[in-house]
């Protein structure tokens, strides 16, 4: 094989490839519809001239025979008249138009079956067509079935591939690393500022309520006791007010204690004195 007609072989079958690739099918049902319509509207012409053809055919085939009929009329006329010279003459004539009638007979009858054939023809050509306009139809609308599925797998394969929601997930792993550095920092920049006890505070209100939050669950599941009911509202008020009063008296007493501890030592050093003086 030589070179030229390796390309050429070449060529063909990568233009038949591409043209095989850049086929749709609904445009290709769509046109070969088109061109059997444009089929049909031939054929129909020419089943159209086919028949006109036989109907003229026909009249001629009429004409003849009336022609025939009319010139024996006129050798029975001369028959009559006793001329029978002329009546030979007519039945003369009569002949051509019988062998004209007979040509023309064979003629129309063969034109009509052919033109019996071809109108069959035309109806099966019909049939066809609307049967593949039907089948077309179908066909269109199982490609953009098919269309449709593909595309429902095709988005069912994006969203079963992991790769975006590993990415979410890493995100979201770093976005709690930040928001951790920035809580670490805050409680640095507290305790160095000097408010400890605010942040102690605030450290021992979160544990409690979660403890709180952990004895109601608990109590909710049934693995604690229920709690106990608040005291009545005289004994809280009792509580609140005998407590400022045992603060009172409380330091009062001290009060006492210290003034007399002070009074016996000012009496311990005024004897001290005394005693240095009688020396």
Known sequence: MGIFSRLAQLIKSNL???ISRSEDPEKMLHQIVLDMNTQLIEAKKQVAASIADEKRLYKQYEAETAEATEWERRAMVA????NEELAKEALARKRQHDEMQATLKDQWDKHKKNVDQLKQALRLLNDKIEEAKR???VLVARKKRAEAQKAIHETMHGLRDQSAFETFNRMEQKIDQIEAEAEAESDLAEEYTGDVLASQFS??????????DLEALKRKMGLAPAATPPPPAEAVKARVGTQPQADAQTQARAHEEAELAAALEELEAEQQQARKQGR
């Open 16 to 18: 038949n490839d591409l």
């Open 79 to 82: 028959v009559r008249a006793g």
């Open 135 to 137: 089948k077309k139809n």
């Open 203 to 212: 450290k021992l209100e979160r544990s409690a309520g979660a403890e709180d």
